[in-house]
């Protein structure tokens, strides 16, 4: 099976511009989510998305948003972005409430 | 609340040493636990996890970890380090119980450098 892709795996953006992340997940995995982890804050979760609904929020700002499609890809978009949204954004996906989460490579942005 | 720490930021082992990552959990039911890796540059990869039964839990590359009920302990541990398991770790903890957050909470990480 395939692993968890994401794309683009670089990003270089200016603050103030917009960015949009996306994710596929393993082939049967209906669960994705989004986590941001930087050297100073470890890795810190942004939400949820099961069956193209958010189940789970963590707390960053409205800026940070998402939506899942039907066939369980997921896109990740930041508005308005500062210079502090720099980080490796990492994209699981998982089959179920109660199952492991496996790991797509993350998305490294880079704002200027 | 579930809470996850790693009490060390840097472990250092010689190649050929068994090696221990420590991590320990709060959690207000059963927890689920887990153990990935990273390395530079790259996503975390799950290497194990306890859900219920053996204490002793056998996952990828040589790993291996022990759930310890009473100290709320689950240490990663590896006979014998080898220099490519140099990496970044990662403990995570779930809690099993009624309400809990389907969500894991993931420790700060720590490094483990194996010097030849």
């Known amino acids: 099976k395939a692993g968890v892709t994401q794309t683009p795996r670089y990003l270089i953006k200016t603050r103030g511009q917009q960015v949009t992340l996306s994710c596929s997940p393993i082939s049967g995995h209906r669960s994705v989510s989004w986590y941001q982890q930087t050297p100073g804050q470890g890795l810190q979760f942004l939400f949820e998305y099961f069956s193209e609904t958010q189940r789970n929020k963590g707390n960053f700002p409205g800026r940070f948003s998402g939506r899942q499609f039907s066939n369980s890809r997921s896109e990740m978009n930041v508005s308005t972005l500062e210079l502090g949204d720099s980080a490796l954004y990492l994209c699981a996906s998982s089959s179920g409430q109660s199952d492991t989460q496996y790991f797509g490579p993350g998305t490294r942005l880079t704002v200027l | 609340a579930q809470s996850v720490a790693q009490p060390e930021d840097q472990v250092n082992v010689a190649e050929g040493n068994p090696l221990t990552v420590k991590c320990t959990y709060s959690?207000?039911?059963?927890?689920?636990l887990f153990w990935y890796v990273q390395y530079p540059n790259r996503g975390l990869q799950f290497l194990l996890k306890?859900?219920?039964?053996?204490?002793l839990v056998k996952g990828s590359y040589g790993f291996e970890a022990e759930f310890n009920k009473s100290q709320t302990s689950f240490h990663l541990k590896k006979p014998s380090a080898l220099v490519s398991d140099s990496a970044l770790y990662f403990c995570?903890?779930?809690?099993?119980?009624?309400?809990?957050?389907?969500?894991?909470?993931f420790g700060r990480g720590t490094s483990l450098i194996v010097h030849p």
């Open positions: 306890y859900i219920t039964g053996d204490n």
């Open positions: 959690v207000s039911g059963n927890p689920y």
């Open positions: 995570a903890v779930r809690d099993h119980a009624s309400g809990g957050s389907y969500i894991p909470t």
